[in-house]
């Protein structure tokens, strides 16, 4: 009776051994570092079972062997999906194969912001995006692809309206342009396309006289008084002579003044050589911008100078010899202060 008692201790503490192994195994915490102390872990596409579990290994897991094992039992290296994974001490093992297995991502939020050039696009969306900058490039010039979204090489910034969104990582380049143009077509709501239309333009024409007045001034409350100017001047078939898209032409972003000879540049962003609007923008404008292109105010104001002595602003006039003092002066107090360029 004696050796019959003892035996089965002996087995009640076996099974109480392989017990708590297997609940180690499964339920207890296995990442590194402090409770609350998150893991970023990005799975990229074509990422094979022993990269994943190498990945894991470095930086990640308390103890590698125990993850190998239950992610065998769940057949993980059968379920590898690509993603970024957010983790949070304490995470178990079971938590952490169940999330790699099912594909369970936390999504990245991308903010599209400001940009002159499609360069500066990739090189943002790459940021945050599994898609690198060259291939995101290379769609932004793939006219074949971009012409079945109804874009073009020359117009396709008109649809990045800045917002934040939320993508997975490894959302591909097609998918996040897909993306941007279902939003670029819900932003324009049937108000907004109503309001395009009384001002004769466009989607796409507000956008790019958007993006002008954008650039033009940073002062909100004036927007909607430069974009009447420019209105009456496309009504009237002047030319717009924006500097903004002088700058844009030459590239030369940082001119405190243009010069005669920019003027001249030849290029269809140029406004002082060709009338009517640019072929595309020559920035992503803000939701502000567009807005006030939309809510233009009707004026009489055909020109607009920067003000001088370090006034914020513009002034603007309804005549050319208005506007010819007010240019006078502003290059007096420019030249005044050694600012030729």
């Known amino acids: 009776m004696k050796k019959w008692l003892i035996g089965v201790l002996l087995a009640l503490v076996v099974v109480a051994l392989i017990g708590w192994q297997c609940y180690r195994l499964v339920y207890v915490n ?24 190498d990945k894991l290994a470095d930086g990640h897991l308390i103890n590698s062997e125990s993850f190998r094992s239950l992610a065998a039992v769940m057949s993980l290296d059968e379920h590898i999906n690509p993603g970024r994974y957010v983790f949070t001490n304490p995470a178990s093992n079971y938590e952490l194969v169940w999330a790699l297995r099912s594909g369970r991502q936390t999504p990245v939020k991308l903010t599209t912001r400001k940009a002159r050039s499609k360069e500066e696009v990739a ?59 279902k939003e670029y077509d819900a932003f324009w709501t049937e108000t907004r396309l109503n309001q395009a239309k009384a001002k004769g333009l466009t989607p796409l024409q507000v956008i790019v006289l958007a993006s002008i007045v954008e650039e033009e001034s940073e002062i909100k409350a004036e927007r909607p008084v ?24 030459t590239q030369n972003f940082g001119a405190r003044r243009v010069l005669y000879t920019d003027l001249e540049y030849n290029s269809p962003y140029n406004t002082y050589v060709y009338i009517g609007l640019p072929p595309g923008p ?40 208005q506007h010819i003092e007010n240019a006078r002066k502003y290059r007096k107090w420019l030249n005044q202060r050694g600012i030729y360029r």
């Not at 309206?161 to 997975?168: A, D, G, H, L, Q």
């Open 226 to 249: 430069i974009a009447g100017l420019y209105i009456n001047r496309l009504e009237t078939n002047m030319k717009l002579q924006a500097d903004p898209t002088v700058k844009f032409a």
């Open 282 to 321: 020559i920035c992503t404008p803000s939701i502000n911008a567009i807005d006030a292109v939309l809510n233009a105010e009707s004026h009489d104001y055909l020109y607009m100078c920067a003000k001088p002595n370090n006034e914020i602003g513009h002034v603007f006039a309804k005549t050319n010899a």
């Open 30 to 53: 296995n990442l590194q570092g402090q409770p609350g102390e998150t893991h970023v872990i990005t799975v990229p596409t074509g990422s094979d079972y022993n990269q994943l579990l």
């Open 123 to 181: 090189g943002w969306i790459s940021q945050k995006l599994e898609a690198d900058s060259l291939s995101i490039l290379q769609l932004l010039n793939d006219e074949q692809k971009l012409g079945a979204l109804g874009l073009n090489s020359t117009n396709v910034l008109s649809i990045f309206i800045p917002n934040t969104f939320e993508f997975y990582w490894n959302t591909s380049a097609d998918k996040f342009l897909e993306r941007m143009k």
